[in-house]
């Protein structure tokens, strides 16, 4: 059971720059999210879905933006990468009603230089 | 502990001994409060939660309390092991209008387990 996978796992963009992180989960749920981590803040909220066809703004959305055409994945996009996005980031999913137990990918470090 | 600036709180644990790692939450009004571990290179791992009606949960090994008087929630760990190497954060689970529980998580205590 492969759980939540992110690609890629490692990535260096130049300023302005696009690119897509991709996000499957195999367990069925129904809610995703983006988070991202930096140093000493914790993860912080991008967008999150509550289902297929779904998206919302979440704690830090400014500059990315996602899809959710399929329950099984969510796709997070950087349409002009700026240094200020270098970060670790995450991937999630959990399941309705339980949401309290979100099950986290292995991230992705994404530099901008 | 939350965080101060870019460094982690750190609390230094003798293995076998019990840990104990604190936080101080914001909303009075969230409906959970979870622990997370994260070891180094990995995403985040659940632990345990707590709903706001109650003052105690236990589960393997760990042990979370909740003061819901001065907003406060510890994470106890018996016996503490090697692999109980990682950082650890508070959430709480706010939930929004449309019933929808959103995570808000703590900056992090970095535990470190001594020989």
């Known amino acids: 059971n492969a759980g939540v996978t992110q690609t890629p796992k490692f990535r260096v963009l130049k300023t302005g720059q696009s690119m897509t992180l991709l996000c499957a989960q195999d367990?069925?749920?129904?809610?995703m999210y983006w988070y991202r981590q930096d140093p000493g803040m914790g993860l912080r909220l991008i967008h999150y879905?509550?289902?297929?066809?779904?998206?919302a703004k979440g704690e830090v959305p400014d500059g990315y933006n996602v899809s959710r055409l399929k329950k099984q994945n969510f796709l997070l996009g950087l349409e002009s990468a700026a240094p200020s996005q270098t970060s670790v980031y995450f991937c999630a999913s959990s399941n309705r009603g339980t949401n309290t137990e979100a099950f986290f990918g292995q991230g992705t470090r994404l530099t901008v230089v | 502990g939350e965080s101060v600036g870019l460094h982690l709180p750190t609390l230094s644990v003798q293995e076998g001994d019990n840990s104990i790692i604190n936080c101080a939450y914001s909303n009075s009004a969230s409906d959970y409060f979870i622990w997370y571990k994260q070891e180094s290179g990995k995403g985040p791992q659940f632990i345990i939660d707590i709903r706001s009606n109650m003052d105690k949960r236990q589960g393997q090994r760990v042990t979370v309390l909740l003061n819901k008087t001065v907003k406060h929630l510890s994470l106890q760990i018996a016996a503490t092991q090697p692999g109980d190497s990682a950082v650890y954060f508070c959430a709480e689970n706010m939930v929004t209008t449309d019933s929808w529980g959103k995570l808000q998580f703590g900056a992090g205590t970095q535990v470190v387990v001594t020989p």
């Open positions: 367990m069925n749920h129904e809610y």
């Open positions: 879905s509550v289902g297929e066809g779904t998206t």
